[in-house]
Antibody, heavy 121, light 107 residues
């Protein structure tokens, strides 16, 4: 079955760049679907960050667009998130997920377990 | 941007009760509305997609309805394992946004 696993530093300093990777197993990202990142600050709701197709096509949340880069690495069957100039407000659990249809806007039907990232000096 | 509101923000109900959560969009989103369940410390789980379609493997006590701006999520008979926060999520015009969530617990 398809599984997603986030990885990356759990602590990032303010003003630096947060970098996370989502490794996909049980499915080749080359075969289709959009893949996305969602975050959840402690005790708060969910926020979509952006999504990527294996071709490199991306869609971003306008509120984060200036700081976000999402890319796909088909050779490693993974996709990545970079969020620059982080502040304490970027502290959150970061989830990667697969969108269920072949479109960039749909439901997230397969999720990783999430990884907590804290922004602090 | 499309804003999503949910009500109530929290509720307590007894096992076996019928539970209803509403989600309202700030503009017409057709049926582009999904519902998720999130248990503490866990990733969200898709329950309903396209407003009324039950995701594979999800118990039939969960259902969704609505279109346009007003949507409803129902648990026909609340079970102890349904204790969670429920989120709606809209997808329209390549912008995905979640509602603020409804926390459900057992009375």
């Amino acid at each position: 079955q398809v599984q997603l696993q986030e990885s990356g530093p759990g602590l990032v300093k303010p003003s630096e760049t947060l970098s996370l990777t989502c490794a996909v197993s049980g499915y080749s990202i080359n075969s289709g679907y959009y893949w996305g990142w969602i975050r959840q600050p402690p005790g708060k709701g969910l926020e979509w960050i952006g999504s990527v197709y294996h071709s490199g096509t991306t869609f971003y949340n306008p509120s984060l667009k200036s700081r976000v880069t999402i890319s796909a690495d088909t050779s490693k069957n993974q996709f990545s998130l970079k969020l620059s100039s982080v502040t304490a407000a970027d502290t959150a659990v970061y989830y990667c997920a697969r969108l269920r249809g072949g479109n960039p806007d749909d439901a997230f039907h397969i999720w990783g377990q999430g990884t907590m990232v804290t922004v602090s000096s | 941007d499309i804003q999503m509101t949910q009500s109530p923000s929290s509720l307590s109900a007894s096992v076996g009760d019928r539970v209803t959560i509403t989600c309202q969009a700030s503009q017409d989103i057709s049926n582009y509305l999904n519902w998720y369940q999130q248990k503490p410390g866990k990733a969200p789980k898709l329950l309903i997609y396209d407003a009324s379609n039950l995701e594979t493997g999800v118990p039939s006590r969960f259902s969704g309805s609505g279109s346009g701006t007003d949507f409803t999520f129902t648990i026909s008979s609340l079970q102890p394992e349904d204790i969670a926060t429920y989120y709606c999520q809209q997808y329209d015009n390549l912008l995905l946004t979640f509602g603020p969530g409804t926390k459900v617990d057992i009375k």
